[in-house]
């Protein structure tokens, strides 16, 4: 009976390091999206790039963050790694949309969150299907 009772804990606590780790990745996420933006708002500023090209702009930065926190989050848990790393472009697109609402006091999807939330979750599943620990071959 008590190995049982261990068992559940250790699943338990797996489980709350693995979403500590999907939260740190979507943090990274999050700050690595922030500062490209940052880049692309001194990019245009400089006459670099143009102003209607920003919304392009932002969806290459939320898949850029989403793989940044997406494979952050697989190297750290090391197992289940689409979901880690979908689990990390979610919490990239609620930080987004934390920030909207925070800024602008409006949640709408009208002004290209659809668009955000699909870069955010591309983004982050391209290294769900690359980065994961490659499957070993079994012996006969």
């Not at 009976?1 to 996420?29: D, H, P, Y």
């Not at 930065?61 to 689409?82: D, M, P």
């Amino acid at each position: 009976m008590k190995k049982k009772e261990r068992r559940t804990e250790e699943l338990g606590s797996q489980w709350l390091n693995t979403m500590c780790e999907v939260l740190i990745g979507g943090v990274l996420a999050g700050v690595t999206a922030i500062l490209a933006l940052l880049v692309c708002a001194a990019l245009i500023s400089a006459g670099v790039l143009p102003v209607n090209g920003m919304y392009g702009a932002v969806l290459a930065v939320c898949v850029l963050g989403a793989l940044v926190g997406g494979t952050f989050a697989i190297r750290r848990v090391g197992r289940r790694s689409i979901l880690v790393s979908l689990g990390a472009g979610a919490v990239l697109f609620l930080l987004l949309l934390t920030a909207g609402l925070i800024v602008y006091q409006d949640a709408s999807m009208a002004n290209g969150g659809a668009g955000i939330l699909c870069a955010c979750l591309c983004g982050s599943a391209i290294p769900g299907l690359f980065v994961g620990k490659p499957k070993k071959k079994r012996r006969r």
